[in-house]
């Protein structure tokens, strides 16, 4: 099941990659200053190269002071070509921004979603193992190239893989989601039986045996998914080829996947698990905060900056003040999560994306900041979220 913990990494990894992209467009917008005041060298006029470099940089200056801010007030100071070309390089840097704000928010909600795609992989997956496990038992003579393998049973035996093949919800839900095999996965399940679980010495004693009972069954399916399918180095390389996050998100498919066939077990039914009991709300939590960190920015900065006056700030990780940006976004435009889970959550996130101090930090700084935002009203709590703020 997914947790608002791995929507608030999905957020936190989304602003993260915003933040980069920031960078690169602010380095674009800068050569394009720079083009600007390069000397014409196909003019028969005289370049006056001391005035162009100080043009450039003005412009630099006027774009640096202003790029946050998104607007140049008018300066009378300010030559007009300067004024010009600092104008246009912002509105091309806003310009990229906000592609990339559009672009990057939009791939949260569908990288979240693929996580279920994943799950029905992994159900199908047995599936496949069985049809190979099949034409293996089937076969005359042995495979030269492979281990003399038992063929009294094996996966296309195993009672939870037939109800899996038979489950009509779970192939409607493969077609409808267009998760298709693709040729790099039908390579990967055929190494996975032939090179791994074939020479797996739990898999070739099932084998061994002509009929299994349902905890058998169970306990093969287990096997297979928490020591060989999430463990194995070949396994784990081709789930981190098609994604990125797989570290993340590994654990909420093995999850999802392990109460699947437990559920067949104890009930004799499958039952596909869902991704979350609540995927709008969750869905409105993802994208309703990676717009108010976004939006209120500049204000959460200075909020920040009160308690870190006697800081340097360029010695403030980048991450840290992201992960303070994101929780004070989380208090005050969400009134039902307790200020409490929104520190432990930010605690966690530090932990795992910046320094070995990062949490101890991040912690200090919230605990300061919410009581004072408390009591001036800027945090509002109710229902769930009063819980531990008195």
Known sequence: MLSRRHLRIKVFQALYAL???REANYELALDFIAECFKPDLNSMEPQDLVQLEAFRK???AVLETNYRSGKIAPDDQT???VAVVAKNALTQYLQRVNEDRSRIGHKMIPEIDAIYDTYLFVLQLFVQMGVLSKTERSR???????PQLARLSGF?????VVMLAQHAPLQTELIRRGAGWSDAQNTFVRKLFRDILRHDETYQTYCAARTHTPQE??????????TVLFKHEDCIAFFEQADLCWNETSDIVRKMAVKTLKLVQSTNELELSALTDAWDEDQYFMEELFKQTIDNELVYEEIIGEPLKNWDLERLASTDYLILKMSLAEMTHFSGIPIKVTIN?????AKQYSTPKSGKFVNGILDTLSKSMLKDGKIRKSGRGLLDNQ
């Open 345 to 349: 959550e930010a605690i966690e996130l």
């Open 19 to 21: 933040q980069v992209a």
């Open 156 to 160: 296309d035996t195993n009672q939870i």
């Open 140 to 146: 005359q003579y042995e495979d030269p190239d492979g």
């Open 217 to 226: 069954d169970q306990a093969l399916l287990d096997y297979a998914l928490k």
């Open 58 to 60: 003005a412009a630099a």
């Open 79 to 81: 030559p007009p070509r």
